[in-house]
Every structure is written in C-alpha cells, then in structure tokens.
Nanobody, 125 residues
C-alpha cells in the first residue's frame, strides 16, 4: 500500500508563495503518475497540477504561470511550488498517485488510487 503525506501548507497573504511537499512510501515513484488536487468547503475536488510517470506535466488553467509541479524520484517526493497566491487558492491540498500513465486524465481525481490526508492553504486579502 502506497502512503502519501503532505506538508508545507500555511496561512499567508495575497501575493505570497508556498511550497508544498508530498512524501511517498517505498521506492516506486518512478512508475507512478502523481498529482496535486484541492478542495474548498462546499466545492468539488479539482485537479491543480499533475505529472505522469513519463515526465509530462499538466496544469489547470487557473494556476498556469503561477504553480510548478516537480517529482524527485530518488527522494520519493512530489513538490508544488505556488507563487502569487490569491484568496481563491485557499483550500485543502491533496497529493495523489496511481500506477498508470494517464496522460489524458492527469487532472481527473477519480483516476487516482492513493491519497494523502491533505495540507491546508489559506490566503487572505
């Protein structure tokens, strides 16, 4: 069973930056597609950024140019660098993984089998 643990969330002001981390168990990250998803109270879970096992990354339109996803296989760690944060970015951020290439479904939460418990990001205006 793959275990994922997120960290790096916090409370910041508009325009600030945060770097989220996701530590994965085992040494199988290179064979997994992984992604970051977020969910605000009363809202559906949305794909934010993802990277397939082949290295191709993809971003939701609402974070393009501001967020960057990075996977470090040797460290079994996934990162999400978030810049120019806005109040609408406030949400619980989840790390997810699945042993599949996905590609066309990288930002679809229903395709992922393993999930962390999330880390909270709050952005005030």
């Amino acid at each position: 069973q793959v275990q994922l643990v997120e960290s790096g969330g916090g409370s910041v002001q508009t325009g600030a930056s945060l770097r989220l981390s996701c530590a994965a168990s085992g040494n199988t990250l290179r064979s997994f597609s992984m992604g970051w998803f977020r969910q605000a109270p009363g809202e559906e879970r949305k794909g934010v950024a993802a990277i397939c096992r082949g290295g191709t990354d993809r971003y939701a339109d609402f974070v393009k140019g501001r967020f960057t996803i990075t996977k470090i296989n040797g460290e079994n760690t996934l990162y999400l660098q978030m810049n120019d944060l806005k109040p609408e970015d406030s949400a619980l951020y989840y790390c997810a993984a699945v042993e599949d290439r996905l590609l066309a479904s990288l930002l679809v939460p229903e395709k992922y089998a393993y999930w962390g418990r999330g880390t909270q990001v709050t952005v005030s205006s």
